[in-house]
C-alpha cells in the first residue's frame, strides 16, 4: 500500500513538472502578446488622441475569442488538446506578421491594425479552451489552486513585463519589429508543447460524431445544472464590465498625466500586485473557504479601485492600483477552483468555453461603452464648465480625463457592492462542499 502511495506521488510530480514546461511556453508569449498590446494602444492613441480608438484595440484583441468560444471548447472535448494549444499559437502568428509587413511599407491604415489584431486573436479562442482543460487532465484536484494561481501569474506577465520591457525597446527598436518578437514567443510555445508529449491522458477525448449544436447544448445542460455555478458566472462577467472600463481606460487616464514612459513603468508596478497574490497562492496554495476569500478579496479590490479616481498624484494612482491587483489571484482563484469541482472534466472543454463566453460578455460591453462614456459623457460634465464641477469636481478634480476618475470611483463601489451580495447568496456557499466531478477518474488513472 506504502509503495502505491509513493508511486501516485511520483507520477503526480511527473505530471506536474510537463504542467510546468507547458506553463512556461504560455508564459514566454504572453509578454509577447503584452508587448504588442500595449505599443499599439499608445501607437494609436497617439495617432488619433481619442480613447474610443484607443479602446477599439481591446475590443479586436477580445471579441473574436468571444465568438468563438464556443467551437473552440467542442473541438477541445472532441480532438487533442494540445494539438488544439499548438495550432492556436502557430496560427496567432499571421495576424502579428500582416501588421509587419504593412508597417515596413510604410502609411499603416488603422483598419490594417485592427484586422491583424483580430486575426490574431482568432486564433486563441481555439488555444484557451485546450489549455485550460489540459490543467485539468494533468493535476488532480489538491493542485488546481496551485496551478491556477501559477496561471495567473503568468497572465499578470502581459501587465507587469510587457509595459515596463516595451518602453524601453520602442527607444532601441521601430514599432513593427515588436511583432516580431511577438511572433518569436508564439513559435517557443509551441514548440514546448510540441515537445511535452503524452498529456492527454486523464480524461477521455469525445470523438463522438454528434453535431456542434447538440455539442452546445450538452455543454449548457453541464452548466446550468449547477444553479451556483451559473450565480457565480453571471456574478462574473458583472465584474467583469466594471474591470473592463478600468482595463480600457486605465492607460488613457494616465496618458493624461505623465509620460508614456511613465505610464509603462506605472503600470507594470501596478501588475506586480498581481505577481505578489500569484506567488502566494503558488506556493501556499487553499484548502477551503473559497468563498470566504472571494467575498473579502472582492470587497478590498472595490476599494483600491476607487481610489484610483481619488487623485491626479501619480504615486498615489500606482499604489491603489498596485493594492487593487494584488487582490485579483484571490478572487480569480476562488472563483476557478468553485466552478472546476463542480464540472464533469469530460466536458470541461466545452463548459469552459461557455463560461468563458458569458464572463467575456462582461468585459465586450465595457470595451463597446467605454470610450463613449469617457468622451462623451463623463469627460464633458468635468470639464471647466462642466455640469459637475460644483459635486463630483471637488471629489475628483477638474480637468482633462476626470470623468474617468469619476468612472473608477463608482465601479469600485458597485464591486465592494458585489462582494456583499455573494457572502449572502447561499447557492453559491454551496459551492464549497461539492465533491470533485471527476475525482473517481483522478484515482483510477494510471499514466503511459
Known amino acids: 500500500m506504502t509503495g502505491e502511495s509513493e508511486k501516485m506521488t511520483t507520477e503526480q510530480k511527473n505530471l506536474y513538472s510537463r504542467f510546468l514546461f507547458i506553463w512556461f511556453g504560455q508564459f514566454i508569449s504572453v509578454i509577447g502578446t503584452g508587448l504588442t498590446i500595449f505599443s499599439l494602444g499608445v501607437y494609436v492613441y497617439q495617432q488619433t488622441n481619442t480613447t474610443s480608438s484607443y479602446v477599439f484595440i481591446l475590443m479586436c484583441v477580445f471579441l473574436p475569442p468571444f465568438m468563438l468560444k464556443p467551437y473552440g471548447g467542442i473541438l477541445a472535448d472532441r480532438h487533442d488538446r494540445r494539438l488544439m494549444m499548438i495550432l492556436g499559437d502557430l496560427g496567432a502568428t499571421f495576424g502579428l506578421l500582416f501588421i509587419f509587413f504593412m508597417m515596413l511599407k510604410g502609411n499603416i491604415q488603422l483598419w490594417q491594425i485592427y484586422l491583424g489584431i483580430a486575426t490574431s486573436s482568432v486564433f486563441s479562442a481555439f488555444q484557451e479552451p485546450a489549455y485550460k482543460a489540459l490543467i485539468t487532465d494533468l493535476l488532480p484536484e489538491t493542485q488546481y489552486a496551485r496551478a491556477s494561481g501559477l496561471v495567473q501569474l503568468a497572465s499578470s506577465a502581459q501587465y507587469l513585463i510587457s509595459p515596463f520591457l516595451a518602453g524601453i525597446l520602442l527607444t532601441i527598436i521601430d514599432i513593427e519589429f515588436i511583432f516580431l518578437i511577438d511572433t518569436v514567443t508564439l513559435l517557443i510555445s509551441s514548440s514546448i508543447v510540441i515537445w511535452i508529449k503524452n498529456i492527454s491522458g486523464r480524461a477521455k477525448i469525445d470523438q463522438s460524431k454528434q453535431n456542434v449544436i447538440e455539442d452546445l447544448k450538452e455543454g449548457v445542460k453541464e452548466f446550468s445544472k449547477n444553479r451556483g455555478v451559473v450565480n457565480l458566472v453571471i456574478v462574473t462577467m458583472i465584474i467583469l464590465f466594471f474591470v473592463g472600463l478600468l482595463q480600457s481606460l486605465f492607460i488613457p487616464l494616465l496618458l493624461g498625466l505623465t509620460t508614456v514612459k511613465t505610464v509603462g513603468i506605472s503600470q507594470s508596478i501596478c501588475a506586480s500586485g498581481i505577481l505578489i497574490g500569484s506567488l502566494f497562492i503558488g506556493v501556499f496554495g487553499s484548502k477551503n473557504g473559497y468563498v470566504k476569500i472571494l467575498s473579502i478579496s472582492l470587497f478590498l479590490s472595490g476599494i483600491f479601485f476607487a481610489n484610483l479616481g481619488l ?138
Open 311 to 448: 487623485s491626479k498624484n501619480v504615486i498615489f494612482i500606482t499604489l491603489a492600483g498596485f493594492m487593487f491587483f494584488a487582490t485579483l489571484p484571490f478572487i480569480n482563484t476562488s472563483i476557478e477552483v468553485l466552478i472546476r469541482k463542480s464540472i464533469d472534466n469530460r466536458k470541461q472543454g466545452r463548459v469552459w468555453s461557455l463560461i468563458s463566453m458569458i464572463t467575456y460578455l462582461g468585459s465586450i460591453m465595457a470595451f463597446a461603452v467605454a470610450g463613449f462614456l469617457a468622451d462623451k459623457v463623463f469627460n464633458p460634465l468635468l470639464e471647466v464648465d462642466g455640469l459637475l464641477v460644483k459635486t463630483a469636481g471637488l471629489i475628483v478634480g477638474i480637468g482633462e480625463n476626470r470623468g474617468i476618475a469619476l468612472m473608477f470611483i463608482i465601479s469600485g463601489l458597485m464591486i465592494s457592492i458585489i462582494a456583499l451580495l455573494i457572502w449572502q447568496n447561499e447557492k453559491i456557499k454551496r459551492l464549497e462542499y461539492v465533491e470533485s466531478q471527476d475525482s473517481d477518474i483522478i484515482l483510477s488513472y494510471q499514466p503511459g
